[in-house]
Every structure is written in structure tokens, then in C-alpha cells.
């Protein structure tokens, strides 16, 4: 039974929903253009296969949040990150795993450079740390896709106001500014450790994104799927709830073995009679 409704950070609304489970939750959150409904039954599926409860929000602008009054600027999943440990002090989360998706995989990045005690681990689907032209250009096409097509119409199942859900996304990637943003020189505050996911068929992104991440996290795994854009939650299900339930299982029992670890300290430390 999942739980559905609403929280408010900073005077803000913003739509939330939930799957029971144990342990630290899996705190979802989703891509430039997602909400809680975009990811149908993936929670519900990410929640058994982990034993897990699962948690889904959709950020202002998004699903049945209020809406953004300006547009974007090149900053704004910084703005979203800062943000993150007033969702999550709203949704009642101390810690929690961060699984993102895209803009949602690179707000997770920056939140656990800049709050690594809120980040138990990352699980991250087509991340972004720089801007390559393949994710311009796929943009662009997604721009001539919207005017044309019904995807308009789509895109208003899950958001209340999908036009201008698909306009602040649009224009800030396709906004000459914004071909600058970078987030590399964050990484090296990311401690949790992290899956990081890619498709080879990925119309937004390259291997290069994760290979660039690869190369400064302490601690990763690397998941390349074949057959899979830029969504792999929904290309390639059954390898991603597998891939995550096996990574969240080892951080588990990681946890379990320092705090098994830690209290023998403390039992040896009384026994002794030295200071704990």
C-alpha cells in the first residue's frame, strides 16, 4: 500500500509518494522531464526487489507541485540540491540511498558533495557532469517533437502543466549559457558509494559520463546495458532492480558488519575498563 500526498519546503508544495519497506528508504529522484507518476511501477518493483521502502517526490514545476514562477537558469540543479535535506527533514529521512535519473542522477551528485552524511549511497541512471553536444542535439529534436507531435498531450498525464514542464527543460539546455555547466570539480566530495548505470543507445549521453565519474568516486560499479536509451528503469527493468537490490544488499551488510565491529570496540573498551 503506497502512500500519497503532499509536503511544503519553504512555503513550496511539493507532491510525494510512498512504498513501505525496512531499513534506509530509496529516496527517487526523477529526470528534466519526470514526476512520481513518470515512474509508473518502477517504485513499487524497486521497493520488493530490495526490501526497501521507496520514496518518490516531484520537484517544483513537476507532477502536482507547484508551479516554478520563473524560468531556469544554469544553476538550477544546484538550486535543487540545496533544497534536498528540507525534502528529505519534511519526509521524515535522517539518510537514505539517492537513485536519480538523469538531471535526477546530477542533483544527486551535487547533494552528496555538499551533504555526504545524508547520502548512504547512489544509484544513478544516465547521469550528467558536463554538457555534450549529443544531449544538445537530442534536445533540439525533442523541441521540433513537442511542436509537432502530441507529446504535449503525453506529457500532461503526469504533470499538471506539462507545457511548462517541457519549456524550462527545453530552453535552459538549448540556452547558449548553460553550455558551460559542469560538475566535475564536485566529485571529489561524493564518498557514498555508487552503481553507476548507462545505456550504449543513450540519445542524451555518452559512456564518456560515467567513465568521468568512474575515474574520481573512492568507491563505484559500473553497469553498461546494451539495448538501452536513456532510460533504463524502463529499457532494461529486470537488469536495473537486479544490478540494485544486489548493491543496496552489499551496503547493507557493510553497515551491518561496522556497526557489529563498532560495538565490539565498545564491549572490549568496558570489559578493559578503558574509556569508550
Known sequence: MSDHGFIAVNG???????????????????EGL???????????????????????????GYGASDSLPDPRDAGYMHDEASLLPAVMDELGIARAHLFGHSDGASIALIAA????????SLILEAPHVYVEQIAVDSIAKAKVVYETTDLAQ????????????????????????FRNW????????VVAPALLIQGHEDEYGTMDQIDRIEA?????RRLELARCKHSP???QPAAILAAS????????????????????????????????
Open 216 to 220: 574520481i568516486l573512492p568507491a563505484k
Open 113 to 120: 558533495a555538499h551533504n555526504p552524511a545524508r547520502a548512504a
Open 233 to 235: 528503469h524502463r529499457d
Open 154 to 177: 503525453r506529457l500532461g498525464r503526469y504533470h499538471d502543466n506539462a507545457d511548462q514542464v517541457f519549456r524550462r527543460w527545453n530552453d535552459i539546455w538549448l540556452d547558449p549559457c
Open 34 to 60: 519526470g514526476s512520481v507518476a513518470m515512474w509508473r511501477d518502477f517504485p513499487a518493483a524497486l521497493a520488493e526487489a530490495t526490501g526497501h521502502a521507496v520514496v518518490a517526490w516531484s520537484r517544483r
Open 182 to 189: 559542469n560538475i566535475e570539480a564536485l566529485l571529489p566530495g
Open 12 to 30: 513550496v508544495r511539493l507532491e510525494f509518494k510512498s512504498w513501505p519497506g525496512a531499513g534506509l528508504p530509496i529516496l527517487l529522484l526523477h
Open 245 to 276: 537490490a544486489d548493491f543496496i544488499n552489499e551496503i547493507d551488510v557493510c553497515f551491518i558488519r561496522q556497526a557489529f565491529q563498532f560495538d565490539g570496540r565498545k564491549t572490549s573498551r568496558r570489559r578493559s575498563g578503558t574509556p569508550g
